[in-house]
């Protein structure tokens, strides 16, 4: 029997997609299937014991009716679903009226109408509406039937009081089981649709949550940017109308290299608004990362930032197996968090010391960024990674340049910590899981 069973249900995914919406309905055909192998070992228990009380004519007659059972399940194992589960139904009004007509209107019988009155509305959904109202017609139609002909429309009927008994004992115990299993399948919908209100009603308030940060974002976003990228082209347009009117040469070559500066600082501003939208939209790539190729690749392209003392840059890396990741966002992170080292520098010092150290194993890269900077004052340590946030005015920064990292971060499941002292100095430290390239991203690391 179980054999049987797992053959149909192989032979029924072929014929079911088991996506969310057609869960439901998968579950109603496994129910049907576990009915119907429960009635054909009921019509085979009703069968041997007429044939043991000598019955044949009732014996042949269950026989026949686990034969259309069995047909059920074959119609159900091709895909043709409900057309199995109207043979169920109305093979079982047919036998329900035999044996109602053989055995009388107090042989128990009657139990089994339940059963199969409530199987109709478990088998089908009420999309199939026609289904239902041709199985409500046939049970009406047989139990109308059964009244007006007196329950004595067969010309043989079964008078032996010891058989009565057993077949009472059998319709009652089996419509007891089939009930049994209607409501363990009812509570395991039931619960299974509280489990899944539950989740959905989880993910609508993370949604909730997430839309209310993207428009407070996309309200800042949009006054912080007009504002933002008018100053320099405000500061060109000056610079120009001035140049215009300049005579001397000297005078000229500063005037180009005040619009030159402001015209970086509008580039970089729309570079991280660039990063911003493409960490937003591109699916995470996993290439082999060289931390050091990268880490110098990231130097050469922060030389045009002023520099008003000199740079001593120390990397350590500790690596013993590959670490795989995304590229792109990892480049985005060093570019970002290297050049506030050097936007922050302390020209007090004699030099500008940054510190790089990277301990890469199977799980992660530790990685710690220290420079001796002016440092972030304490009370602003919890908002450096809010979009647009400063924390010195003395700085021409767009304020995104945490904000950034923070968000690619995210998007790696990764982690950062920052711990600063003014004037002495600032550590940023990160951790981002070595992706493997047969295995996805799991589980956040906690932002701090």
């Known amino acids: 029997m179980r054999k049987i069973f797992e053959k149909l249900i192989l032979r029924l995914r072929k014929h079911l997609t088991l996506s969310r919406d057609l869960r439901y309905e998968y579950k109603r055909v496994l129910l049907t299937i576990q009915i119907t192998l429960l009635a054909i070992v009921a019509t085979l228990l009703f069968s041997v014991v007429d044939f043991f009380h000598g019955h044949y004519n009732s014996m042949f007659q269950d026989l026949s009716t686990t034969a259309a059972f ?19 139904i109305l093979y079982t009004c047919f036998t329900l009226i035999i044996n ?57 009927a079964n008078s032996d009081s010891s058989l009565l008994y057993i077949n009472y004992l059998l319709s009652f115990s ?30 609508l308030l993370i949604r909730n949550e997430n839309l209310k940060k993207i428009n ?97 840059i120390n990397i350590t890396i500790h690596q013993n197996v590959k670490f795989y990741g995304d590229t792109t966002r990892i480049n985005i992170i060093f570019s970002n968090l290297i050049s506030n ?47 647009f946030y400063r924390a010195s005015e003395n700085n021409s920064g767009s304020g995104l340049g945490l904000y950034i990292v923070k968000e690619t971060l995210l998007k790696l499941k990764g982690n950062i910590q920052i711990n600063s002292e003014m004037r002495k100095f600032t550590t940023v430290t990160i951790q981002i899981p070595n992706i493997n390239s047969s295995l996805p991203i799991s589980g956040p690391l906690p932002l701090q």
């Open 216 to 312: 407070n974002e996309l309200d800042s976003f949009v006054y912080k940017a007009s504002h933002d990228m008018r100053a320099p082209l405000t500061s060109l347009l000056g610079l120009i109308e001035v140049t215009k009117k300049e005579t001397d040469i000297k005078a000229i070559r500063n005037f180009y290299s005040l619009q030159e500066k402001s015209i970086k600082k509008l580039d970089s501003y729309i570079v991280d608004i660039l990063n911003i939208s493409r960490n937003a939209r591109m699916e995470i790539e996993m290439k082999e990362i060289d931390f050091k190729e990268m880490i110098e690749g990231v130097f050469e392209q922060l030389n045009f930032l002023e520099k008003e003392v000199p740079i001593k």
């Open 100 to 156: 109602g007509s053989r055995d009388g209107r107090y042989a128990g019988n009657e139990f089994l109408w339940f059963p199969t009155l409530g199987g109709i509305f478990l088998f089908f959904s009420l999309k199939e509406k026609y289904f239902i109202l041709a199985c409500l017609i046939a049970i009406s139609f047989s139990i109308i039937f059964l009244e007006y002909t007196g329950y004595s429309f067969l010309l043989y």
């Open 70 to 88: 069995i047909l059920a399940l074959y119609l159900i194992s091709k895909g043709k679903i409900n057309q199995g589960k109207l043979t169920v």
């Open 341 to 387: 080292c050097i936007r922050y520098m302390d020209s007090s010092k004699p030099e500008c010391i940054i510190d790089i150290t990277i301990n890469s194993n199977e799980q992660l890269a530790d990685i710690t960024i220290t420079d001796n900077g002016t440092g972030i004052p304490h009370e602003h340590l919890n908002k450096v990674f809010n979009m």
């Open 174 to 203: 089996v419509s007891l089981i089939m009930i049994c299993f209607y409501m363990y399948y009812l509570i395991k919908v039931n619960r299974d649709s509280e489990k899944k209100l539950e989740r959905l009603n989880h993910t």
